[in-house]
């Protein structure tokens, strides 16, 4: 109810207010009418629209009056003229001059007063006609005048009316001037109204053609109006404020696709891995008949090539392929353009929008600090760029000028370099080879992503060239593990084969063949340990790992075979070598795991070609090639062999050292106890032993028993000269001052035990007493003490014949001394003492001559 009647009341108010300024139109002069009109639509918005109704009823109503008022003077004004008509005649003869009526209606005053109140002369005809109407009988008069006053009445009301009609002629002249300035305001407000609808709607680019319009149009046809004055003055600020609103969308449109690029890139790099597949199963199932670069397409579905290979699953589980516009609005972008286009200042625009997009794509090229921690973190840090680079070569293709191919491959120089330099930085941090691995292949995809866009990316190949290199590298600390792995659970024994299927599991495993061992019988024992089989499975393995990562590098097949004969070669001979190496310094590796050592890096010597042969098959590389890189194996393993070959003679000489350290001699002693000391006799046991272990070694139907017994001799030998040094460096050890007769028979019981040795033949292969011999330089100088025979030694020496050729004058002056300060304290020259003067003598004699010996071969050195 209230609505209602506040409804009624505005009403109201209106129809007053109308009735206001339809008066004021009415009494107003033209030219004033402005201000009347600007009040019509200074209130509600739709109040110009009642009034033009109200103008149209108040105009026809003026029409209602003036006919009504025609037609009820119409019968008086006949009448009058009817009258007219009959006296006309009369008035005719009469010709009787204005002023005589006049005279008529003064009544009875004289003709002199009339002719006295005239402001005019009166001339001598207007006196006699004055005469002649004075001469008019009394009848007539009356008449005359009678007629003079109904005339008179009859025309003052039409004079009455006809003022009125004057006044409303006057109102309808205004009421269609005010109606033809309306119609020329009207448009003008209306594209004013419109101009409001399209900022309000945010149709900036219709807002400023409309406000050219106006002002090349419309306000120049009403300017003398105040409010298009008004208009005229706002339009300049609407402009600036369209410049900064789109200027504010381009600003959220930049922040927009920050946040957006990692999901544009995403969705790229998607897209280019899936033709990665098909590209590959092509070539695979079509016998190399593949496609060209990967296509990708920012305007709707992406290219199908139909060949036969997907099936209606396939077609039927195909999604639409998502673009840049589906998941960024770029409408800010063009907009923006079209704005500063219209108003001329696109050249601001552009270096605004190029400027921002160098800072955004700094910002995407700043890695995480962790990035290298996770794959994660890469395909984020390429999915960001995949992204700014779509989006700028959309922007490249969906406007004119905004963006340059120049300013696009400017940004990605920058960009390469600065990529390029982090990867190297932070895959230098990988440690592991499968997430170098997944780099790589997050590399490929991304190379070849932005390669679709036109964008060159041929030092990205030769980046991944370099991580190659430390991909291997990954590779051989992992292999390295696992070969000492391998190493520590082998039990460095033959390889037992109970069964036929056993047998052909270890063959499986490993390539290899003997015919005799073949026809043994089950159970037998193959001559390799465990770690045999093991490792050449895991070079297999390294190969296949490292052929990974040669795919999809735009690489010849005969490179490749390059890449992994290089990469295996280095696995051979560092990484395999190394860890033979540290195995055989291994303390706990004794001289049959030694032995079985030896025997293993044989067969996998031999198992080289067969590497060799894998490879090929790989690369489909023939070996003949001219360029074609051998295996290294053979002087890796040979080198192995030599190293477990000298350990096991130094682990031999080390335990001589250690029975020799046990040696307990008493230098002083008078005579021998007449048997070898304890010492010896356990280190000749131990030797025995030892090389026994020689002779259980397989050395049947091959050449292992041709390389154990060549060990086993070069070991032996080593040993009988190792311990003939020793108990050499005994006698002259400079600590011992001083030796008896007894001490030295002694030793020579030692010595003797040691031939004995040497002569049983310990390890089979020796011709004649080639063994003896290592002990020849301790015979003859023991010999010459013990017989006593220095005028022979004096008399021969330098002679090839003579009998101690192998004792060498400081040595024996060495002991001899040592033998004469013993002599001088003995207790038991003291009762015999010119014997005691004797041997002194004679002692101190053939010390002259041998430094005199000892001299002479020093000058003549």
């Not at 190394?578 to 996998?604: A, D």
């Not at 080289?608 to 490879?615: A, Q, R, S, V």
Request: proline content about 4%; some cysteine; overall charge negative.
């Amino acid at each position: 109810m209230n609505t209602t009647n506040m409804a009624e009341n505005e009403t109201l108010e209106c129809i007053t207010e109308h009735e206001r300024i339809l008066q004021e139109i009415e009494s107003t002069d033209t030219a004033c009418v402005g201000p009347t009109l600007r009040s019509v639509y200074d209130d509600q918005p739709n109040a110009h629209k009642r009034f033009m109704e109200k103008l149209d009823i108040r105009i026809r109503n003026h029409d209602r009056e003036i006919e009504k008022m025609c037609n009820f003077h119409h019968q008086g004004f006949v009448d009058a003229i009817t009258e007219l008509l009959k006296v006309r005649a009369d008035a005719e003869k009469l010709m009787l001059p204005p002023y005589y009526y006049e005279l008529m209606r003064c009544g009875g005053r004289s003709v002199g007063t009339y002719l006295h109140g005239c402001a005019v002369p009166v001339g001598p005809s207007v006196c006699l006609h004055l005469q002649l109407a004075r001469s008019l009988p009394p009848s007539l008069w009356a008449r005359v005048t009678d007629t003079n006053r109904r005339l008179q009445d009859a025309g003052r009301e039409v004079t009455a009316q006809t003022q009125e009609v004057i006044r409303c002629r006057i109102q309808q002249r205004n009421m269609a001037t005010t109606v033809e300035k309306l119609q020329l305001c009207i448009p003008v407000l209306e594209m004013y109204s419109k101009l409001k609808e399209q900022l309000e709607s945010k149709r900036y680019y219709a807002a400023l053609k409309t406000m050219e319009q106006l002002e090349e149009v419309y306000i120049p046809r009403v300017s003398q109006y105040r409010f298009c004055q008004i208009m005229a003055e706002n339009l300049p600020k609407l402009r600036e404020e369209i410049k900064d609103v789109s200027m504010s969308d381009l600003k959220d449109f930049l922040e927009s696709i920050r946040k957006h690029s990692d999901k544009i890139g995403q969705t790229a790099m998607k897209q280019a891995q899936q033709h990665r597949t098909f590209n590959s199963a092509v070539q695979k199932q079509a016998n190399g008949m593949g496609y060209g670069k990967p296509l990708y397409s920012l305007n709707g579905q992406m290219p199908t090539q139909h060949n036969g290979l997907c099936s209606e699953e396939d077609d039927q589980s195909e999604e639409e392929v998502l673009t840049a516009q589906d998941l960024v609005d770029f409408s800010p972008v063009y907009r923006c353009l079209h704005i500063y286009t219209v108003l001329g200042d696109r050249e601001t625009f552009e270096n605004y929008y190029r400027k921002q997009r160098k800072k955004q794509a700094r910002l995407v090229l700043q890695p995480q600090s962790n990035m290298h921690e996770t794959v994660a973190g890469y395909r984020r840090y390429f999915n960001q760029i995949v992204g700014f680079f779509v989006v700028e070569d959309h922007i490249l293709h969906a406007t004119q000028g905004l963006v340059t191919r120049a300013f696009t491959d400017e940004i990605w120089n920058m960009a390469l370099s600065k990529i390029i330099a982090v990867l190297r930085t932070h895959s230098s941090y990988c440690s592991d080879p499968d997430l170098v691995l997944e780099l790589k292949t997050l590399i490929v995809v991304f190379a070849d992503t932005l390669q679709g866009y036109g964008f060159p990316v041929n030092r990205l190949f030769d980046l991944l060239f370099e991580i190659r290199e430390q991909y291997n590298e990954t590779l051989l600390k992992k292999w390295a593990l696992v070969f000492r792995e391998i190493f520590d659970l082998d039990n460095y024994s033959p390889i037992p084969v109970e069964t036929e299927e056993e047998y052909k599991s270890v063959l499986s495993r490993f390539p290899f063949h003997d015919v005799e061992i073949e026809k043994q019988d089950f159970p037998k024992k193959l001559p390799m340990s465990q770690s045999v089989p093991q490792i050449y499975i895991q070079v297999k393995e390294f190969i296949y790992a490292s052929l990974k990562f040669s795919e999809s590098l735009h690489r010849s097949s005969t490179e490749i075979d390059d890449m992994l004969r290089k990469s295996t070669n280095l696995l051979l001979t560092r990484t395999l070598s190394g860890c033979l190496q540290n195995l055989i310094k291994k303390p706990h590796i004794g001289l049959t795991e030694l032995v079985q050592i030896i025997i293993n890096t044989t067969h996998l010597e031999q198992a080289c070609k067969y590497l060799e042969d894998f490879i090929t098959n790989i690369t489909n590389v023939s070996p003949e090639t001219a360029h074609t890189t051998r295996l290294y194996g053979l002087s890796t393993f040979k080198d192995a062999r030599h190293a477990a070959e000298g350990e096991i003679y130094t682990k031999l000489n080390q335990k001589i050292d250690e029975f020799i350290q046990l040696a307990d001699y008493e230098w002083g002693m008078p005579e021998s106890d007449g048997r070898a000391s304890g010492y010896l006799m356990d280190l000749i046991n131990f030797l025995r032993s030892t090389f026994q272990v020689f002779t259980h070694l397989p050395n049947n139907y091959n050449d292992h028993a041709a390389m154990s017994g060549k060990v086993a001799q070069t070991a032996c030998m080593s040993a009988c000269k190792h311990l003939s040094t020793s108990l050499m460096q005994m006698l002259l050890d400079s600590e011992l001052k001083q030796i008896t007769m007894g001490a030295i028979q002694q030793f020579n019981l030692d010595v003797i035990q040691c031939e004995l040795f040497a002569s049983s033949e310990p390890v089979p292969g020796f011709q004649g007493d080639t063994l003896q011999l290592a002990f020849i330089d301790l015979r003859q100088l023991l010999d010459l003490f013990m017989v006593w025979d220095w005028s022979t030694y004096l008399a021969d020496y330098g002679q090839p014949t003579s009998k101690y050729l192998r004792v060498n004058p400081s040595t024996a002056l060495a002991l001899l001394e040592k033998m004469k300060d013993s002599s001088k304290k003995n207790h038991i020259f003291s009762q015999f003492r010119k014997n005691d003067r004797d041997k002194q003598k004679l002692i101190e004699t053939v010390v002259k001559q041998l430094r005199s010996l000892v001299n002479g071969m020093s000058q003549h050195s």
